[in-house]
């Protein structure tokens, strides 16, 4: 193994390396990607760094601390996808440092580097590094913030403050500035969930105390004067309107199905075995059969019995705390109503987690992988062939437009000239390469390299698949309305979407701001004595209702799209 601070430095080359090349390499995408992109536009355009807007309005939605890092990104790389998405990329290395750096603390360097290997070599824990979406950084304070609570709480409450292993105010007060960070990225959902599994293990406990009440009074205390200052800047600054509508949002959220965003009860279950394979599938076998950790203890080496001995409460019980993690968000986001990918994905943590516990018993005792790996094969074979198949697919999509005969904005969609070669069969080919690999390496007794074959192949899968797929996704899903919008960047007019939601009418005609109220009245855009021209574009399943409106002129349809325009 090399030392400590090499296998850091290589943590950070590879994560540069495979989160950072082709950020800007195709548009972002509706709605969220496009929607914190334009807030962060619109704050480097106004300078109105302390409340979030969107078409140049309050915003009150999210608070701002993501998209202050997006709008500084902005100000550094230009207004653009790359930009956009370049704070992601710094938070995959970041967060593979962390999960390093507690795993060493925890159960050893080898831990530790298996613990980060499991996360940067799952599809989805790496794919979001990629992307312009607030979760991840709202994940890494949760995570961070519950970390130092779990080390709280295991520290030893009768040793004297400043000793190892004694609980501090110091280490209160951590806890409540990631979970004010965690407020202000996402909101109220950052305090929330800790809160949610502090009570599950308190009453697992048998309701014994957890902390003193002086300690929670500094959790509260630290976690209210990080989120509260910012909210107490904007109610001087702006009265209480950001603060009540961004609460019956969240309210919202959680009471009803957002508007195609509902699923069934077991979505997130789904998202997660398929969505974080390979890690998925170790994690499972560890919820049936805890790895068997004393044979590897007795391996552990002398260095790093001595580095662990300051935290030997903190490793045999952060199983524990994983487990109640992992199933308070798995269940608390299955019954919303509202279901999106991104909302399990704080279970990437605890579940890369035990995946790393079944790896460490694998590489310690040079042991099999058992069962799994015949449902690794197995999972890992149907989403290579799906990846194989698709693009020959994609050269005979007439052959798929029936299954779509009821959905003619999916019809339309399919229209799209995208161009596919077959080539594009080389991402799937990596994962069933990686499979067969792994298995001739498990086959013969090479478990270790098995394994990092396992989770290196599969990143490099997923970097395969967004150079073959990502941008021919993108043709069919919106292309044709982005480059409508990019079109009319350098006209004087107006452009809006109608009977479908977007955000990406405002970030692609770069739009400016208008003084004119009127300019965010449809009635007034459509009837009114506009000032310039009104470019309109909705869904072909809407094209008959909005071309019955006499003030509009079809000028065009592509691709699911119908775009209109009025002139003065």
């Known amino acids: 193994m090399p030392s400590r601070g090499r296998t850091q430095l290589i943590i950070v080359a590879l994560a540069l390396l495979f989160f950072v090349p082709g950020l800007g390499a195709v548009h972002l995408f509706d709605w969220d990607e496009i929607n914190f992109a334009e807030i962060a536009r619109e704050m480097v355009i106004t300078g109105n760094w302390g409340q979030p807007q969107i078409d140049f309005l309050p915003f009150h939605e999210k608070p701002p601390l993501f998209i202050w890092m997006q709008a500084l990104s902005m100000k550094v790389f230009g207004i653009g996808e790359f930009a956009a998405r370049f704070p992601n990329a710094l938070c995959g290395v970041l967060t593979l440092l962390v999960l ?6 925890l159960r050893g360097k080898v831990f530790g580097m298996l613990w980060s290997l499991a996360y940067f070599g799952s599809i989805l824990p790496h794919l979001y590094f990629r992307s312009g ?5 709202f994940n890494l304070f949760i995570f961070l913030g519950i970390h130092a609570l779990i080390t709280l709480v295991l520290c030893d409450p009768d040793r004297r403050p400043g000793t190892l292993n004694a609980r501090s105010d110091g280490k209160a ?16 959902v950052g305090v929330l969930i800790p809160l949610l599994v ?3 293990h308190w009453v697992m406990g048998r309701f014994r105390p957890v902390l003193r009440w002086r300690r929670i009074g500094i959790i509260v205390g630290s976690t209210a004067i990080t989120a509260g200052a910012w909210a107490l800047v904007d109610l001087l600054r702006h009265g209480p309107d950001f603060i009540v509508g961004f609460f019956w949002r969240q309210v919202a959220l959680l009471s009803s199905e957002d508007a195609g965003h509902g699923g069934f009860m077991g979505y997130h279950f789904v998202v997660l075995l398929i969505g974080c394979f390979p890690a998925s599938v170790f994690a499972i076998q560890d919820m049936i059969r805890p790895a068997g950790r004393r044979k590897a203890d007795l391996e552990t080496s002398n260095e790093e019995q001595h580095q662990r001995r300051g935290s030997s409460a903190a490793a045999s019980n952060y199983r524990k705390w994983m487990l109640i993690l992992f199933w308070v968000v798995l269940i608390l986001f299955s019954l919303v109503k509202t279901k999106i990918v991104h909302y399990s994905s704080l279970c990437y943590f605890p579940l890369t987690y035990l995946a790393a516990l079944q790896l ?7 042991a099999g992988f058992g069962w799994s790996r015949f449902l690794l094969g197995g999972l890992g074979t149907l989403i290579a062939l799906i990846f194989i198949v698709v693009p020959f697919v994609g050269m005979n999509i007439d ?20 161009h596919w070669s077959g080539l594009e069969a080389i991402a799937g080919m990596v994962l069933l390469s990686t499979l067969l690999i792994g298995h001739w390496l498990h086959v013969h007794s090479r478990y270790r390299q098995s394994l990092l074959v396992m989770f290196g192949g599969t990143a490099l899968f997923i970097t395969t698949t967004l150079f073959f797929f990502i941008n021919r996704i993108e043709g069919y899903s919106q292309r044709a309305a982005i480059d409508f919008f990019e079109a009319r960047q350098d006209e004087t007019c107006y452009v809006i979407t109608k009977n479908y939601k977007s ?5 692609y005609t770069r739009k400016q701001p208008v003084n004119d109220p009127r300019a965010h009245d449809e009635k007034w855009l459509l ?29 065009e349809r592509k691709n699911g799209f119908v775009f209109y325009v009025r002139r003065p």
């Open 100 to 105: 390093y750096r507690i795993g060493d603390q």
């Open 133 to 137: 979406i607030i979760d991840p950084w």
């Open 173 to 188: 007060a951590l806890v409540g500035l990631f979970f004010g960070l965690a407020i202000l990225t996402k909101g109220p």
């Open 198 to 200: 502090l009570i599950v």
């Open 360 to 366: 460490e018993r694998i590489w310690k005792q040079r």
């Open 399 to 418: 052959t798929i437009k029936p299954l779509f005969a009821k959905d003619p904005f999916a019809l339309g969609n399919l229209d799209a000239a995208v």
């Open 503 to 507: 955000y990406a009418q405002l970030f």
């Open 527 to 555: 009837y009114g004595a506009i000032d310039r021209p009104v470019h309109v574009v909705c869904k072909i399943t809407s094209a008959e209702e909005i071309g019955s409106i006499r003030t509009l002129t079809e000028i």
